[in-house]
């Protein structure tokens, strides 16, 4: 087989429909009926196999997005907040048929450029409750390197609230795409389609993260999932200390909405202005609070849902002097 780009969704999938894998659409990220976001590809799995939709003993793959909004405060090179998690995964199957399974995965890794020599990996005995299941079983951690790449699990005891949940074992194998990319070439966990290097890891992950929401249609808010949105969109505006995206960070954004959409699979347009808008928004109360803590006055009344135009005014007319304002807004 040719080398697989990493960065492209049908190279990857291609590898497992070659090999007689079930090759799943990613799903939507919202999960409203376990967590609010699908945060490992194994979740909708499972719950479509639970649901009767897959079939048993079958080898499903899918290259599921995902967030994980506990990472929010230790982004950095080989971790972020959105990233995507190919996962294959069996139910009802052999340990025989999971070793398989694994080393396919090696092909997989063998085809994208990775040593090995370079490969260990270290196992332990995995318990845990998802849901309302009980599951344990066998856990292996694959690092390349020294850097973890993914874990890989066989479930050997599956035990739930209903009578009969079909499941006498299962298997996980689950692996970061990005990270992936990010060992096997010389360049930044966050690169997409060009050089990043010059931008704020913090700053181009949660504008990945917000990104992702948006192509999945949700908007910000103070309620439910919208308030995840909100919240990034406000770690962004205090990251760049209240100003506008520049040029760089403006075409970063781009980048990641192509490179969700076509990860999601998503055909139909998505709409920047979202995002854009809800930025200036937040962009405007940081510096509101900013100027106040400098101890100029009478500014918390200023309405944030205006455009930078008229949030300038509105301070120069409160006592902020012109030049202090564009600090802040022109920077």
């Known amino acids: 087989m040719e080398r697989i780009n990493l960065m492209d969704y049908k190279s990857v999938a291609g590898f497992f429909f070659e090999k007689g894998y079930v090759c799943l659409k990613p799903y939507p990220i919202v999960n409203n009926n376990d967590t609010l976001f699908v945060s490992a590809g194994i979740q909708p799995i499972l719950k479509d196999f639970r649901a009767g939709l897959l079939e048993d003993q079958n080898k499903v793959f899918v290259s599921q997005p995902v967030i994980r909004t506990q990472y929010v405060d230790s982004v950095d090179e080989g971790s972020s907040v959105a990233f995507i998690n190919p996962t294959t995964s069996s139910f009802n199957l052999s340990e025989e048929k999971y070793i398989n399974m694994i080393k396919e995965w090696y092909e997989f890794f063998d085809l994208i450029g990775l040593s090995k020599n370079k490969m260990t990996t270290v196992s332990d005995y995995y318990e845990d409750e998802w849901g309302d299941l009980k599951v344990s079983g066998n856990r ?192």
């Open 140 to 331: 292996t951690f694959h690092y390349y390197d020294g850097v973890e790449i993914g874990d890989t699990t066989f479930f050997t005891k599956v035990e739930g609230s209903q009578d009969n949940i079909g499941i006498d074992s299962m298997s996980d194998l689950g692996f970061g795409l990005e990270r992936l990319r990010w060992i096997s070439g010389n360049h930044s966990y966050f690169d997409l389609y060009r050089d990043s290097s010059s931008l704020d890891s913090q700053t181009k992950a949660y504008l990945s993260a917000i990104a992702l929401l948006t192509v999945n249609g949700v908007k910000p808010s103070n309620k439910n999932i919208g308030y995840r949105s909100r919240l990034l969109s406000k770690r962004i505006a205090t990251s760049l200390q209240g100003r506008d995206l520049n040029d760089n960070e403006n075409q970063y954004l781009d980048e990641c909405l192509r490179y969700w959409m076509e990860w999601q699979v998503v055909d139909s347009d998505v709409d920047k202005s979202v995002i854009i808008e809800e930025l200036v928004r937040n962009g405007n109360r940081f510096i509101i609070d900013s100027l106040a803590q400098e101890g100029y006055q009478n500014l918390l009344g200023i309405n944030i849902n205006i455009s930078r135009d008229e949030l300038q005014k509105r301070l120069v007319s409160s006592g902020v002097p012109s030049e202090k304002v564009k600090q802040y807004i022109r920077r």
